[in-house]
């Protein structure tokens, strides 16, 4: 497929109803997240019914929004991207249907990505953007796996979390210690204030030489913590609550890269990128460019702002499919679950 113009993206398979305008070379024009995190914050999490009526009242605003930040008019465009999946389905429709209707109405093509090939390619225009093969971790708020990421071939999917994602990890803890959701930043501002070895949090699967990742074990063990200091303490000194946080944060940023170096070793690859909304954490940043050249590998941080959800991931993805002749157009459905780089 030849790109005569600028690929609209539109990305709503969560919370965030975001719509980005990408140049073929990667440069991006337009970048519109409209974040719902206000509707779902008083719920301590996300409600998929609310989810997807905000995306219906949202996204032909947020579009227009990206066209005009652009200075662009729809028959300038070489395509339309749109995320199929995985999500929450009620909100991947309404994303997919607005594409299709759009993309119909200004007669371009439709070209379909999977939400972690978004996370996984979202640095892709940074100048520091490794070449393929590279391990990609993204680790999100629902999901924490790790891939192969070749050129040549699909994307290999080398493990994920057998229960909790590790965003999800840091929701629960921030619940538990009254913040509101999302709470992963507030818990890793706190940490930065903490005594890490104060608490000491189990890592699973630890001595275990597979590519997967359990952080459900772990919440347990906070709340366990939490209440025992609370016997103890009674309100909880602001120091305790750091302390607490920066034990939970090195446990999880450890169980991630520990992981993500062993599948570095394990393919032999040298090149590691991180994405994805936990891939904002300051520790995970600091720690796995610490590490990097302990194990012989270049990390490439994500840009902070394209960590988390937006559409200007999926045009970059979108980008990496055409330049590979690999692209998924026009006939695909919304999946709430699907492999990444598989047939749909
Ligand atoms: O990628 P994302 O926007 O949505 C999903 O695809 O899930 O990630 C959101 C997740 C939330 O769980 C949020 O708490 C977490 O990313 N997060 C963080 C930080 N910033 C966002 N977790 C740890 N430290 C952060 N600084
Ligand atoms: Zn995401």
């Not at 999926?314 to 679950?337: C, H, K, N």
Request: with cysteine.
């Amino acid at each position: 497929m030849q790109l005569s113009g600028p690929i609209l993206a539109i990305e709503s398979s969560c919370d965030d109803c975001a719509a980005a305008i990408v140049k073929e070379d990667g440069t991006i024009l337009a970048d519109v997240v409209d974040s719902q995190t206000r509707t779902h914050s008083p719920y301590g999490g996300i409600v998929p019914e609310h989810a997807s009526r905000q995306h219906l009242a949202s996204v032909a605003t947020v579009v227009a929004k990206a066209l005009s930040d652009a200075g662009i008019s729809p028959s300038d465009l070489g395509a339309v991207a749109v995320t199929y999946g995985p999500g929450l389905v009620g909100s991947l429709l309404v994303g997919a249907q607005f594409a299709r209707g759009f993309a119909s109405a200004a007669g371009k093509t439709l070209i379909g990505i999977h939400h972690i090939e978004g996370h996984l390619f979202a640095g892709r225009a940074h100048p520091e953007f490794p070449r393929e093969p590279f391990i990609g971790l993204v680790a999100a708020g629902g999901h924490t796996a790790l891939y192969l990421c070749r050129d040549d071939a699909p994307i290999t999917f080398l493990g994920e979390t057998r229960d909790d994602a590790a965003g999800e990890a840091y929701d629960k803890v921030a619940k538990m210690l009254g913040y509101p959701y999302p709470g992963g930043h507030i818990i890793d501002q706190l940490a930065q204030r903490g005594d890490p070895k104060r608490f000491v949090f189990p890592i699973a699967l630890k001595a275990w030489n597979t590519l997967e990742y359990s952080f459900s074990g772990l919440k347990t063990a906070f709340r366990i913590k939490l209440n025992e200091m609370r016997e103890k303490e009674g309100e909880l000194s602001e120091q305790t609550i750091a302390d607490l946080c920066a034990g939970v944060q090195t446990a999880i940023v450890q169980a991630l890269l520990d992981k993500a170096f062993l599948a570095c070793r394990q393919t032999q690859v040298s090149h590691f990128v991180i994405g994805g909304g936990v891939a904002c954490n300051s520790l995970l940043r600091s720690e796995a460019l610490r590490r990097g050249p302990e194990n012989d590998v270049r990390v490439f941080l994500t840009p902070k702002k394209h960590c988390t959800d937006n559409a200007a991931m999926i045009a970059q993805a979108a980008l990496r499919r055409i330049a590979l002749g690999r692209v998924l157009a026009d006939d695909f459905a919304v999946r709430s679950t699907s492999e990444v780089d598989a047939p749909i």
